[in-house]
């Protein structure tokens, strides 16, 4: 079990601790949860937290982001009762290999669900997680590269725990839709947090991470529309590399999409 302290550096009114054992190392880190009742966005703060050089697993969590944020400038609804937290990771890893991440952090967050909440859910190219096509959560890398090297990564998660239909947008799900009742907040972090540890060290294994992701993925071999700006690829999804981009079998071959939105093509 992952165990926490809270930094130092954290300025106390924004802190909201709860007494816990001695944190512990994760290789030669120490897991650092900051806590806010409030804040524009776990995944800004995490950023400049990593600015200013914070430790790997350091994490910001809120109860509520004012200004949650999702891919390309969409927004991230997150009132009271869901888990919004960011993460900061610091891998040697290829720039190339950045978008593995994406892959990781989901198989990880599918694991944790499954684990504290007995709910199984679907990964969904290329961040989602779902259950029965609903949004159940999402996650957002963010990274700064200096040269050929990634300086740090900021991985944040959105779980709709506690969430009722009437606070989320059309399309998504809340484990509590799905449970009929509510749950910890915090022992679904500790328990995310355990799993994406334990992941983390399989990050070197390319194969096993995409493997793993495709194994659970809801379009796996299904009919999809990938729409990319303007344009859009129809086709059996037969695929995703560990670049980050999805393979679709199209009437003209195989045909690789680097990212947009995907859908099932009815
Ligand atoms: C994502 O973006 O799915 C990534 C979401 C990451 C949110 C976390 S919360 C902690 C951290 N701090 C942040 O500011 N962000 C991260 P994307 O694939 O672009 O999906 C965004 C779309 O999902 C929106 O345009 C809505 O349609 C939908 N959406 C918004 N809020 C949602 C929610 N709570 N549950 C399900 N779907 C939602």
């Known amino acids: 079990m992952a165990t926490f302290s809270a930094s130092p550096k954290t300025p106390l009114h924004k802190l909201h601790l709860k ?20 804040i524009g966005s776990t995944n800004t703060k995490a950023k400049s937290l990593a600015e200013k ?7 910001v969590v809120s109860e509520v982001q004012t200004h949650g944020r999702g891919r390309s400038g969409r927004t991230w609804k997150s009132p ?36 504290v909440y007995g709910v199984q859910s679907e990964v969904k190219w290329p961040n989602d997680l779902v259950v ?13 590269i200096s040269g050929p090297q990634l300086v740090y990564a900021v991985v944040g998660i959105g779980l709709n725990v506690n969430l009722t239909a009437e606070q989320l947008p059309t399309g998504a799900t809340s484990i509590f839709l799905v449970k009929e009742k509510r749950f910890s907040l915090e022992k679904a972090l500790s328990s995310i947090l355990t799993v994406s ?46 670049d980050g981009s999805i393979i679709i079998q199209t009437e003209q071959g195989n045909v690789t999409v680097p990212d947009g939105t995907l859908r099932l093509d009815a």
């Open 19 to 38: 007494p816990g054992p001695q944190p512990r190392s994760h290789g030669g880190c120490v897991l650092k949860i900051i806590r806010y009742n409030r």
């Open 53 to 59: 050089q914070a430790a790997e697993w350091t994490v």
């Open 80 to 115: 009271k009762g869901g888990l919004w937290f960011s993460l900061i990771i610091r891998p040697k890893i290829p720039i190339d290999r950045i978008p593995l991440l994406q892959f990781l952090f989901a198989n990880a967050l599918r694991k944790g669900i499954e684990e």
């Open 132 to 144: 029965c096509w609903k949004k159940l959560a999402g996650v957002l890398i963010e990274t700064k």
């Open 197 to 242: 540890e334990r992941h983390y060290e399989t990050l070197r294994d390319e194969s096993a991470v995409v493997g793993d992701w495709w194994k659970h993925c809801a379009h796996r071999m299904k009919p999809v529309i990938v729409e990319t700006g303007n344009s859009k690829t129809r086709g059996r999804c037969v695929g995703v590399n560990p």
